[in-house]
């Protein structure tokens, strides 16, 4: 997407299909902008946060190279599909949990594959990576 994309402009084209989970804290939907670490400007990335896994899936087949403001547009199933939301670590579940869990509710593997981590909660809970 143009990475002078808003979030506003985000939520309105892929919220076309289904409903974008919001925020609880912002209220705002949650969209996360990728930027780049260097000049603090977009990177033309972005990580869409649908309420059911379905709309997620559907947005998938139907914006796959579609026009998006003159730029064709990818869009791929995200490893980490909301902020602070954990892949299994194990390849035979790889079942999505959310941040708070500390094991997998499918198979309960335990966060990382390893040690469990308390790394939530802190200030920069919010960011993906
Ligand atoms: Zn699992």
């Known amino acids: 997407m143009p990475p002078e994309s808003s979030t506003e402009e ?3 084209f ?7 989970k919001l925020d609880k804290r912002t209220g705002l939907p949650r969209i996360w902008m990728y930027k780049d670490k260097m000049t603090g400007s977009n990177k033309g990335e972005c990580t869409v946060t649908y ?5 997620a899936k559907s947005a998938i087949d139907w914006f796959s190279g579609k026009d998006f403001r003159g730029n064709t547009i ?5 490893e980490r599909r909301a902020a602070g939301d954990w892949k299994c670590p194990n390849d035979d579940c790889g079942n999505v949990n959310f941040a708070w869990r500390h ?13 469990m981590r308390h790394d939530y909660g802190g200030r920069d809970r919010d960011r993906p990576y």
Do not use: H, L, Y
């Open 10 to 12: 985000v939520a309105n």
């Open 14 to 20: 892929f919220g076309s299909i289904g409903r974008i």
């Open 51 to 55: 309420d059911d896994v379905e709309a």
């Open 74 to 78: 990818k869009v791929s199933m995200a």
């Open 103 to 115: 094991e997998c509710n499918r198979c309960q593997t335990g966060r990382d594959g390893g040690p």
